[in-house]
């Protein structure tokens, strides 16, 4: 087992790797199967509809839970964040395959995009002063501050995904070079069970993350006038 990616396809200085083609193959059954989801909706939904259905309310129901005021705003990047999350921590499982959040370059990616998906929200719900005058709330001199706090929470968020996800396929390899095929069931459990929750970590991060910032100057608002008040 290798834990480093392997590059396919080199075009000049652009390197494609397998957790390249893995990634877009990913997405591409994932689309294709919301296509065929949703496809042909029925009132007297078939078993996989519920089943998709009831998936979906789960979600929704998460996200409620955090964010109750602008829930289906946020739903879609939520929810796809953690469906593509699990099945990209599950594809270790696949002999030949590894899980493309065991590579950096991939954490690093969705890290990214939670970073620009917070700031768009927070901007489109409050406008663009509103949202930035948060930074220099309750002083000017804070604004460093909050800009490196920006910075790291991006980083930790992929630095911490890539790490469990890198350690264990690591430990996987491991118990499979000591035991063989001895032990195969309670590896495999504990390879869905940490892929599922490290997933759920990472969505719900960035579901706090965005609820934070749009509902920071709100409430910032509501204390100022409280304070005006007295």
């Known amino acids: 087992m290798n834990l480093q990616a392997q590059v396919v396809w080199q075009i000049g200085p652009l390197a494609i790797s397998d957790t390249v083609i893995t990634t877009w193959g990913l997405m591409a059954v994932l689309a294709g199967l919301c296509w065929l989801l949703t496809r042909r909706l029925k009132r007297q939904p078939s078993t996989l509809q519920a089943m998709t259905e009831a998936l979906v309310g789960a979600i929704e129901e998460a996200v409620g839970q955090v964010i109750p005021d602008h829930v289906q705003r946020v739903l879609p990047l ?8 699990v099945c990209a921590n599950l594809l270790g499982l696949i002999p030949g395959l590894h899980s493309p959040t065991r590579d950096l370059s991939t954490t690093t990616a969705l890290a990214i995009l939670v970073f620009f998906s917070v ?9 663009v002063k509103r949202y930035l005058r948060h930074y220099l709330s309750p002083s000017p001199i804070l604004l460093p501050f909050h800009v490196i706090g920006e910075i790291t929470r991006t980083l930790a968020l992929a630095v911490r995904l890539f790490g469990n996800m890198m350690s264990l396929e690591m430990a996987a390899m491991l118990v499979l070079l000591v035991a063989g095929f001895l032990a195969p069931i309670p590896l495999l459990m504990l390879h869905i069970i940490e892929a599922l929750v490290q997933a759920y970590i990472f969505g719900m991060l960035a579901l706090m993350y965005v609820a934070g910032s749009m509902q920071s100057q709100s409430e910032s608002q509501r204390q100022s006038k409280e304070n005006r008040d007295e």
């Open 78 to 85: 939520i929810g796809t964040l953690w469906i593509f999350l």
């Open 119 to 127: 700031h768009w929200f927070g901007i489109r719900h409050l406008g």
